[in-house]
């Protein structure tokens, strides 16, 4: 039912800072845990972040935590990655991807639950 658009990632010095937007098509964007991924060329496609349903709870990968900040905006069908500090090392495609989820407010880590995928955006950080 949600279609997912990912947009703001570009080149950018090493340190620098990007954000990164989602945007969300449907009505149901609330009931969906939602999360950052990152797809390295010759590596698989490991999550960045996730948040749940209303934004309360948030999780982040060892290499981001404390230069990366999810957020979700439910009211405006939104969701953001903040990235600050930025190594080559994170050079990679970023998607944007969500599950519907019915039972608990908690985000979700496993690539594997996630059932719903934007087209990535790339982001290149240069040394």
């Known amino acids: 039912q949600v279609q997912l658009v990912e947009s703001g990632g570009g080149l950018v010095q090493a340190g620098g800072s990007l954000r990164l937007s989602c945007v969300a098509s449907g009505r149901t964007f609330s009931s969906y845990a939602m999360g950052w991924f990152r797809q390295a060329p010759g590596k698989e496609r490991d999550i960045v972040a996730g948040i749940s349903r209303n934004g309360v709870t948030t999780y982040y990968g060892d290499s981001v935590k404390g230069r990366f900040t999810i957020s979700r905006d439910n009211a405006k069908n939104m969701m953001y990655l903040q990235m600050n500090t930025l190594k080559p090392e994170d050079t990679a495609i970023y998607y944007c991807?969500?599950?519907?989820?019915?039972?608990?407010?908690?985000?979700?880590?496993?690539?594997?639950?996630?059932?719903?995928w934007g087209q990535g955006t790339q982001v290149t950080v240069s040394s």
């Open positions: 991807a969500g599950v519907r989820e019915y039972y608990s407010d908690r985000y979700i880590q496993s690539v594997n639950e996630y059932d719903t």
